[in-house]
């Protein structure tokens, strides 16, 4: 009689088992955000940069400490002085590093103390482009033998009209797709039921190299474009 009983209960629980699962089937198939078209789209476009940003900065090596860090901050202000002086704002400058640490010579027979080298770089944005090249001139100019840059790049700050262009071109390429794909399948598109945005841009990289030059001419410092790429991710319902 138990042995009945127990077999009666499990016959009960598997035909409750059979029932939520075709009901999970069912829901699934009549859930939208479980059917339909995923498609990815892409638009780009391309601007003319509004912003400069370089790392530059001064690098000392003197016999004792006191002294690279006395002339280190003495030729850094002179920098930051030049900085601002060709109409950088303070707020477009930040202290990117700033390092000490002994130098050795290993090229002989034994290590050789050569001195203590400091290290003080600036992360600096120049909006004016057109005077890029004579600002950076003037801060190089002022930080002598010891300045150094270690790079440029240009961005596009102000792209809110790239991105709603760039945003419009990607949503035409999506759809485009999917009603494509739909007819494909003899069926109608939908209404799109999920859209997932990334955004991204490809920065212009430019090396910067310290080269002697007339008195009346600036280093030529050339933006050439940036592209700002948006990137969505759709799915459509179908009918």
Do not use: H
């Amino acid at each position: 009689m138990k042995r009945l009983i127990a077999l009666a209960a499990a016959g009960m629980l598997l035909l409750a088992a059979c029932g939520e699962g075709t009901g999970a089937a069912e829901a699934a198939a009549g859930d939208p955000a479980a059917t339909g078209i995923s498609v990815t789209g892409q638009g780009k476009v391309t601007g003319v940069p509004d912003t400069l940003t370089l790392d530059l900065g001064v690098a000392v090596l003197r016999d004792t400490v006191d002294a690279a860090t006395g002339d280190a901050a003495a030729l850094a202000d002179a920098v930051l002085a030049a900085l601002t002086a060709n109409g950088v704002a303070e707020d477009d400058v930040q202290t990117s590093n700033y390092s000490i640490w002994p130098e050795w010579d290993y090229s002989g027979d034994r290590q050789v103390l050569r001195g203590y080298r400091v290290t003080n770089t600036m992360s600096v944005k120049i909006r004016d482009l057109d005077r890029a090249g004579a600002v950076i001139d003037a801060a190089t100019a002022a930080g002598g033998d010891d300045v150094v840059v270690n790079g440029l790049s240009f961005s596009i700050e102000d792209n809110a009209e790239l991105l709603e262009l760039a945003r419009a071109n990607a949503w035409n390429d999506a759809e485009g797709k999917a009603q494509q794909l739909a007819r494909l399948a003899g069926t109608s598109l939908g209404a799109p039921v999920s859209i997932v945005e990334s955004i991204g841009s490809s920065p212009s990289p430019v090396s910067y190299q310290r080269e002697e030059a007339a008195a009346d001419m600036a280093t030529p410092i050339e933006p050439g474009l940036e592209e700002v790429t948006v990137t969505i991710e759709v799915r459509f319902g179908i009918g």
